[in-house]
């Protein structure tokens, strides 16, 4: 079944204690993104992948960082991670070669608390 | 941050009856704009990605049109069911970056 699975689906935590949340993809996509959502705000775009050793910023990346060294995982990694980063996050995958003209596959989210 | 503005908010429709809302953005620099579909305690689903100008696409009762120049898009839900409550949500990509709006939420009262 194609899939985007994330790990963990939920997370209370404490501040500073690092953390990463896995993204993995079986559909062979070259564009990975990261997106967190928050009530009034929408989703917003984290960071996101191309391919392979690509990543780039998106519209709110303090605060986090990513790594694509294989084709199908795409993990966040809060390295310190703090009250403010609570939140709904989502990771999602598309074909890709120039610009995101794909439609985005979801994983079901993981909910994270940072107390 | 690239503003995307969908609107309204939020409506109720009575089963049965039609409906349409829109999304705005910034028309320079377009590359796509996506529609998605998001009920309660699930993660998006795409409906449609149309990239040109004068794009209609459809999918059963659903449908979209897209204007790149003046930078909208419509949504339209035909003879709307209680199924089809949820959140709408639009996002234009420039590049390689998506911008969601914050949604339209259609809520069908039986």
């Known amino acids: 079944e194609a899939q985007v699975t994330q790990n963990p689906r939920y997370l209370i935590t404490v501040t500073g204690k690092k953390l990463t949340v896995t993204c993995s993809q079986n559909m062979n996509h070259e564009y990975m993104s990261w997106y967190r959502q928050d009530p009034g705000l929408g989703l917003r775009q984290i960071y996101y992948s191309m391919n392979v050793e690509v990543t780039d910023k998106g519209d709110v990346p303090e605060g986090y960082k990513v790594s694509r060294k294989e084709k199908r995982n795409f993990p966040l990694i809060l390295e310190s991670p703090s009250p403010n980063q609570t939140s709904l996050y989502f990771c999602a995958s598309s074909f890709g070669r120039g610009g995101v003209t794909q439609p985005q596959h979801f994983g079901d989210g993981t909910r994270l608390s940072i107390l | ?110």
């Open chain 2, 1 to 110: 941050i690239l503003n995307v503005e969908q609107s309204p908010q939020s409506l109720h429709v009575q089963e049965g009856d039609s409906t349409n809302f829109t999304c705005s953005f910034p028309s320079s620099n377009f590359y796509a704009l996506h529609w998605y579909r998001w009920e309660t305690a699930k993660s998006p689903e795409a409906l449609f990605v149309m990239t040109l100008n004068g794009d209609e696409k459809k999918k059963g009762r659903i449908s979209a049109t897209l204007n790149t120049k003046e930078g909208y898009s419509y949504l339209y839900i035909k003879g709307s069911q209680p199924e089809d409550s949820a959140t709408y949500l639009c996002a234009p990509s420039r590049g390689n970056k998506l911008t969601f709006g914050g949604g339209t939420r259609v809520l069908v009262k039986p």
